[in-house]
C-alpha cells in the first residue's frame, strides 16, 4: 500500500484551496493548519503564494511562529512557493524593517525581484527532476534567489537582465520555487514534494 502523507498548508493568508487541490492530486492527506496544535499532526508542509509580511504578522499574532521554526529545525519537509519561499529564507533582501522568516533554506531572496504585479509573466522552465516536459511557470510580483550556500541545489534558473536567477532550490527536504504551480494545473511539482515527504 502506498503511505499517503499527511501534508499541512499554512492557511493564514494566501491561496491556501489551491495547494490542498493539488496535494490531494498528488496522493496526499491535506490539511489547512491554523493552529499550533496542528503543526505536530503533520508529516510536511507546504507555505503559499501571498504576502510574505502579513504572513510573518499573523503566524506570530497566531502564535504559529515557534512550533513551525522548531519543526523545521528537526527536519520536517517544507515547500514554499513564492512568499512560501520567502517564508523559507534564512535571508532577505529588501525585506520590511522588523520583517522575520521561519528559516531552513540557506539562500538569500529579493523580494519582489521581477517587479511589481504588472510585470508577471509566465515561462517555460526545464526541470530534469520532474522529467522530459517543461514546465510552465506563473511568476506574481516573485522573489528570485540572490545566493545559495553550499549544500543548495538549484533546480531552475531564469535568464533575466544579462544573468542567472534561481528560482527553484531544494537544501535537504526543503524546496521552494519563485513560481505559483498550485495554478496551473500541472501539479508534477507538488509530487515531487509528496514523494520528498514519503521518503522522509
Known amino acids: 500500500m502506498t503511505l499517503q502523507p499527511t501534508i499541512g498548508v499554512l492557511a493564514v493568508q494566501g491561496d491556501v484551496r ?4 493539488a496535494l490531494e492530486s498528488a496522493g496526499a492527506r491535506a490539511v489547512a493548519v491554523r493552529r499550533p496544535s496542528e ?6 508542509l507546504v507555505i503559499p ?6 504572513m510573518d504578522k499573523l503566524c506570530r499574532i ?28 534564512d535571508r532577505i533582501l529588501d ?40 514546465v510552465r511557470a506563473v511568476f506574481i510580483r516573485a522573489p528570485w534567489v540572490e545566493e545559495t550556500g553550499d549544500d543548495v541545489h ?7 537582465g ?8 531544494r537544501q535537504g527536504d526543503i524546496v521552494a520555487t519563485s513560481f505559483h504551480p498550485e495554478v496551473t494545473g500541472d501539479h508534477r511539482f507538488h509530487q515531487y514534494f509528496v514523494d520528498v515527504v514519503r521518503q522522509r
Open 18 to 21: 489551491e495547494h490542498v487541490r
Open 39 to 44: 503543526v505536530e499532526a503533520i508529516d510536511g
Open 49 to 54: 503564494g501571498g504576502e510574505s509580511t502579513t
Open 62 to 89: 497566531f502564535d504559529l511562529r515557534d512550533p513551525l521554526v522548531a519543526r523545521l529545525r528537526a527536519g520536517m519537509p517544507a515547500y514554499g512557493s513564492c512568499a512560501g519561499m520567502i517564508m523559507l529564507a
Open 95 to 134: 525585506g520590511h524593517r522588523d520583517q522575520q522568516t521561519l528559516g531552513g533554506l540557506d539562500i538569500t531572496v529579493r523580494r519582489n525581484a521581477f517587479g511589481r504585479q504588472v510585470d508577471s509573466f509566465e515561462d517555460d522552465l526545464r526541470i530534469r527532476e520532474l522529467g522530459p516536459e517543461p
Open 154 to 160: 538549484v533546480l531552475a534558473s531564469v535568464h533575466v
Open 162 to 169: 544579462g544573468a542567472d536567477h534561481p528560482v527553484a532550490v
